[in-house]
């Protein structure tokens, strides 16, 4: 079963960083995308920033690409987001979706000009940005 659980989440204030890191397992590809999102209450769903596990290419939104760094480390099959200069609102449930199919919710975001279908989500961390 392949499955994605997020950890790193947590409270921080404005200016403040939080490192998110998303663990991927029973991944049978070497080669797909791996994307972080987040949503806020009342808010869709928007997409942060991607990265191909294979070339390891990154696409980023124009909201966050100053401020967030996507990168995997293969070895431990985890695909972090590094983010630096929070703001308040930037407050929100985050998500990292894997473009594999595991579920019936899959469904095709545009991040940074790259669109990918994801098919496996994880559960969420929630990170809070406080003044």
């Known amino acids: 079963e392949v499955q994605l659980v997020e950890s790193g989440g947590g409270l921080v204030h404005t200016g403040g960083s939080l490192r998110l890191s998303c663990t991927a397992s029973?991944?049978?590809?070497?080669?797909?995308?791996m994307a972080w999102f987040r949503q806020a209450p009342g808010k869709e769903r928007e997409g942060l920033a991607v990265?191909?596990?294979?070339?390891?290419?990154?696409f980023y939104a124009d909201s966050v690409k100053d401020r967030f760094t996507i990168s995997q480390d293969s070895a431990k099959s985890t695909v972090d987001l590094q983010m630096n200069s929070l703001k308040r609102e930037d407050t929100a449930m985050y998500y990292c979706?894997?473009?594999?199919?595991?579920?019936?919710?899959?469904?095709?975001?545009?991040?940074?000009?790259?669109?990918?279908?994801?098919?496996?989500w994880g559960q969420g961390t929630q990170v809070t940005v406080s003044s």
């Open positions: 029973g991944f049978p590809f070497s080669s797909y995308y």
């Open positions: 979706a894997a473009s594999v199919p595991g579920s019936r919710d899959g469904k095709v975001y545009r991040i940074g000009g790259k669109s990918v279908w994801y098919g496996v």
């Open positions: 990265i191909h596990r294979g070339s390891g290419s990154t």
